[in-house]
């Protein structure tokens, strides 16, 4: 009765045999279609996955990245003071822990926007100059962890306050051969010489004119052509305004929390460093800080 139905009616062996046969032919091509529309389904839908994860990976980060430079506090003069006293006096930071952390932070972030792959010159060279507070220990820290990175740090220090400190950062930079400048080089021998300046002159803290000899090289800063990454300040800025006039810096990496300043900046890279940030010290200044990826120091807010 099978063999009827299949092969439209009474048939010899042999005939039954051929049918057999087909039939398993068509079963081995159906099968062979069904595997094959599978496969190109799975294989579509992995291509449709991908996709989407990397649209999911991507695009949340650039908007996370613009809600949090939207919702983060940014600090003035007066309460970035009082958050650096309360690290010192409440949680017993010393000084130098504070710098080395900064510092690093501010190596690791140039080495995310000017990688060492992109320098045009070479060798890589960078100059980096220091003002006599802390933001110019800042720079000195920077300069020392750039030079491990495999940069060619200069470091122009033309203030030199006499505190223990501060010398020691300056051992530090010179046991690792680092070069001081003896005085600032024209702004077209910079563009000429070196890729990146780092800008660790003036903090959150100066107040008033600026004075010789960071007059003259805050002049020149401004007529430079290679990027300029400035420490938690475009040095010359108003904490709180800003400096349409001032250096317009190419990278900013405001330390602890970016101030009021930081809302002026027109540069391409504004990353926050410092991870060090109590949250209970959060929590009290309301300061909103992101969620830092990884083990990373640094956070790109734009």
Not at 46 to 53: S, V
Not at 259 to 277: I, S
Not at 282 to 292: A, H, M, S, V
């Amino acid at each position: 009765m099978l063999t009827e139905v299949l092969c439209g009616g009474p048939r010899s062996a042999e005939v039954l045999c051929g049918c057999r046969w087909m039939l398993g032919v068509r079963a081995l091509l159906g099968l062979g279609l069904l595997v094959t529309s599978r496969g190109a389904s799975v294989l579509a839908h992995k291509g449709a996955y991908a996709h989407a994860c990397e649209n999911t990976y991507r695009a949340p980060s650039a908007r996370q990245a613009c809600t949090m430079a939207s919702t983060i506090k940014y600090l003035g003069q007066e309460e970035a003071q009082r958050i650096d006293e309360e690290l010192f006096s409440e949680y017993s930071f010393s000084v130098d822990q504070l710098m080395e952390l900064a510092g690093l932070s501010c190596a690791t972030a140039v080495t995310k926007g000017y990688p060492l792959q992109s320098m045009i010159k070479s060798p890589p060279r960078v100059l980096v100059i220091c003002g006599p507070g802390n933001n110019g220990g800042d720079g000195l820290v920077c300069a020392r962890h750039l030079k491990l990175f495999g940069y060619e740090p200069a470091v122009l220090y033309p203030k030199r306050p006499n505190k223990q400190l501060f010398q020691n950062l300056t051992t530090q930079c010179e046991k690792m051969e680092i070069n001081f400048l003896s005085e600032m080089p024209e702004a077209d021998e910079i563009d000429e010489v070196y890729n990146v300046v780092v800008d660790a002159v003036f903090g959150f803290s100066f107040k008033g004119a600026v004075r010789e000899p960071f007059g003259g090289i805050l002049s020149a800063l401004k007529k430079v052509t290679v990027p300029i990454a400035s420490v938690d300040i475009p040095s010359g800025w108003d904490v709180e305004q800003g400096s349409p006039d001032g250096i317009q810096p190419d990278m900013l990496i405001s330390l602890t929390a970016p101030k009021k300043a930081a809302q002026h900046f027109k540069g391409r890279y504004h990353y926050l460093g410092g991870r060090f940030v109590p949250p209970a010290l959060e929590k009290k200044y309301d300061l909103r800080l992101p969620q830092y990826p990884g083990t990373e120091c640094v956070y790109q807010l734009n």
